[in-house]
Structures are given as structure tokens and as C-alpha cells.
């Protein structure tokens, strides 16, 4: 079963430009979560998606926002970039058919704002 | 807010020794995942554990989950250079959000 894959994996983007990232979930995967990971913060969720649904968001301004595909496909905006914004950005996909909440995550977008 | 506090931030160790980290919370987790993290990657998924007092090994890494789950545990025995990496714990908060601890770096020297 192919992985989690995401695109692009760099970018490099200024300030006040909007970005796009996009995340392909394990086959029959039908829920997304998304993370960024920064050196000073860790890992912080920032949404996730079930069955084209936002269910859950984290604390993170309105210029972080997302949406889901109906082939479980996500895709996460950003606008207004600030510095700092730059971050790798996570997905991650899991399985409804487990009682629990076990995440497989894609290798990244490195986004890099100037 | 839930927190997960993981410890020791920072391990340097040689070829061979054994080590433990910890990640501590206050909170109940319906379950907790260990992951293993390159440079420049995504987070690999080591282990889940649901049931409190549960124990898992995987080749030299042991995994335990609390009575009470809120905390676990990772002990690896014999360490090797190519354990090296970022070990995550996270636990499940619901809704398909995961509260992460910050990590704990480790280089094993030859």
C-alpha cells in the first residue's frame, strides 16, 4: 500500500503571498489531520478532516484553512504569509475502522517564507 | 489543554548502552502512539498503546503505557547508531487531533 505523499515537498515563498499544500491519504484512508512542526514549538495540530468535514481545529489564525476532497484528498491554504509561517507542514491519515486514533504522516512540505 | 511533557529533551549516547525516555501528563489518553523522526522527514509511527500497564517490544525497544495512561515509557536496549533520530510521543485528544510532546533528540555514537 503506497504511503502518505505530499506536494510540494519545498517551497519558497515572501511575505504576503498565499501558499497552497496538498496531501494524498493512504488508500481508504478517509481522515486527514494536518501539523506544523517548528524547532521552537514541536508539533501543533492545526485541523482535521473526515468525509469532506472539518470536525476538529487547533489554535491557529483564520489564515490557516483546509478542505477535503470526496477521494479523501486534502488541501491546506495559507494566506498572508508571515516568517513565521516558515515550518514543515505534516499530514497525516488514519483509518475510522480502529478504535483508536493512529496516525500515518507523509514526509512534508518545507515551507520557507521570506 | 492537554500537555504531554517528554524527557529528556537531549541524549548522547555510546554504542551499547541502554536508555529510557519518558513522556508525562496529567491527563487521561484513550491511547497513546511513539514515533521515530529523520531530519527532513515525516514522523514514523513506532508503536500505539491502548491498555493501562500495557507492554509491547519491538526487536530491542520496549514500549509501556500506564496504569492509569497517562504516561509512557521507551526503553531501548544496546542502543545502535542507527537509533538515532527524533522520538515523539503523542497522545490521542479525539477528533482526529494528536498532542505531541516535544521530543527527545538522540545521537548514538559508534
Known amino acids: 500500500k503506497a504511503g502518505v505523499t505530499q506536494t510540494p515537498r519545498y517551497l519558497i515563498k515572501t511575505r504576503g503571498q498565499q501558499v497552497t499544500l496538498s496531501c494524498s491519504p493512504i488508500?481508504?484512508?478517509?481522515?486527514v489531520s494536518w501539523y506544523q512542526q517548528t524547532p521552537g514549538q514541536g508539533l501543533q495540530f492545526l485541523f482535521e478532516?473526515?468525509?469532506?468535514?472539518?470536525?476538529n481545529k487547533g489554535n491557529f489564525p483564520g489564515r490557516f484553512s483546509g478542505r477535503q476532497f470526496s477521494n479523501s484528498r486534502s488541501e491546506m491554504n495559507v494566506s498572508t504569509l508571515e516568517l513565521g509561517d516558515s515550518a514543515l507542514y505534516l499530514c497525516?491519515?488514519?483509518?475510522?475502522?480502529?478504535?483508536?486514533?493512529?496516525?500515518?504522516f507523509g514526509p512534508g512540505t518545507r515551507l520557507t517564507v521570506l | 489543554t492537554q500537555l504531554l511533557e517528554q524527557s529528556p529533551q537531549f541524549l548522547s549516547i555510546q554504542e551499547g548502552e541502554n536508555l529510557t525516555v519518558y513522556c508525562n501528563s496529567s491527563?487521561?489518553?484513550?491511547?497513546l502512539q511513539w514515533y521515530r523522526q529523520e531530519p527532513g522527514e515525516g514522523p514514523v509511527l513506532l508503536v500505539t498503546?491502548?491498555?493501562?500497564?500495557e507492554v509491547k517490544k519491538l526487536k530491542r525497544l520496549t514500549f509501556q503505557f500506564g496504569d492509569a495512561r497517562k504516561d509512557s515509557s521507551l526503553h531501548i536496549t544496546a542502543a545502535q547508531p542507527g537509533d538515532t533520530g527524533l522520538y515523539l510521543c503523542?497522545?490521542?485528544?479525539?477528533?482526529?487531533?494528536?498532542?505531541f510532546g516535544q521530543g527527545t533528540e538522540l545521537s548514538v555514537k559508534p
Open positions: 488508500s481508504g484512508h478517509r481522515s
Open positions: 497525516a491519515s488514519s483509518s475510522t475502522g480502529v478504535p483508536y486514533n493512529e496516525q500515518f
Open positions: 503523542a497522545g490521542d485528544q479525539g477528533g482526529g487531533k494528536l498532542i
Open positions: 478532516y473526515f468525509s469532506e468535514t472539518q470536525r
Open positions: 498503546v491502548v491498555t493501562g500497564g
Open positions: 491527563s487521561v489518553f484513550s491511547s
